[in-house]
T-cell receptor
């Protein structure tokens, strides 16, 4: 069975500071992909960043980067220079034959 | 601009009613998905489809069925709505083309209340 665990239901960060959201996963597959999605309040879910498991280099997208530790099955998201618009629910997801989502982390950005 | 649309943002139905949730994508994607989202449970996959007239059960298919008669449209059916099906329903689509599992594009969601 494949599982995705987000152990932080809620997080907060001061504007302009850095925050890290945690995600651990379990899979028996050797070829898989990991994703972070963002769901702003009352708005559609959008992709933040994607990581191929066969790539050792951590993915980055502007202020968003991941720390992918394959052996530890850990996939954390770092948001640098946090902005008010980063406030949202963040979901970690794993693909195998299907997409498996974590339970989400609600991020609050404090002005 | 890519788009996934869902027929209703809010829906209120009575117990026992048959409910249809419609999803349409304009990106010519092969894959389409239906999830339900509940607080503290994240997103759980109900059904998915890799092609027209194809369907596969997800983690929680009980009480639901789906229909995909055209590539762009994927319908979720609640045969006899129950109060425990009150939830947010999200539709998504993705491309099956090269490069591994593609990004899923999500619709705005339908908040269904069954009374």
């Amino acid at each position: 069975a494949q599982t995705v665990t987000q152990s932080q239901p809620e997080m907060s960060v001061q504007e302009a500071e850095t925050v890290t959201l945690s995600c651990t996963y379990d899979t028996s597959e050797s070829d898989y992909y990991l994703f972070w999605y963002k769901q702003p309040p009352s708005r559609q879910m959008i992709l933040v960043i994607r990581q191929e498991a066969y790539k050792q280099q951590n993915a980055t997208e502007n202020r968003f980067s991941v720390n992918f530790q394959k052996a530890a099955k850990s996939f954390s998201l770092k948001i640098s220079d946090s902005q008010l618009g980063d406030a949202a629910m963040y979901f970690c997801a794993l693909t195998g034959n299907q997409f498996y989502f974590g339970t989400g982390t609600s991020l609050t950005v404090i002005p | 601009d890519v788009k996934v649309t869902q027929s209703s943002r809010y829906l209120v139905k009575r117990t026992g009613e048959k409910v249809f949730l419609e999803c349409v994508q304009d990106m010519d994607h092969e894959n389409m998905f239906w999830y339900r989202q509940d607080p503290g449970l994240g997103l759980r996959l109900i059904y998915f489809s890799y092609d027209v007239k194809m369907k596969e059960k997800g983690d929680i298919p009980e009480g639901y069925s789906v229909s995909r008669e055209k590539k762009e449209r994927f319908s979720l059916i609640l045969e006899s709505a129950s109060t425990n099906q009150t939830s947010m329903y999200l539709c998504a689509s993705s491309s099956a083309k090269a490069g591994g599992p593609g990004e899923q594009y999500f619709g705005p969601g339908t908040r269904l209340t069954v009374t």
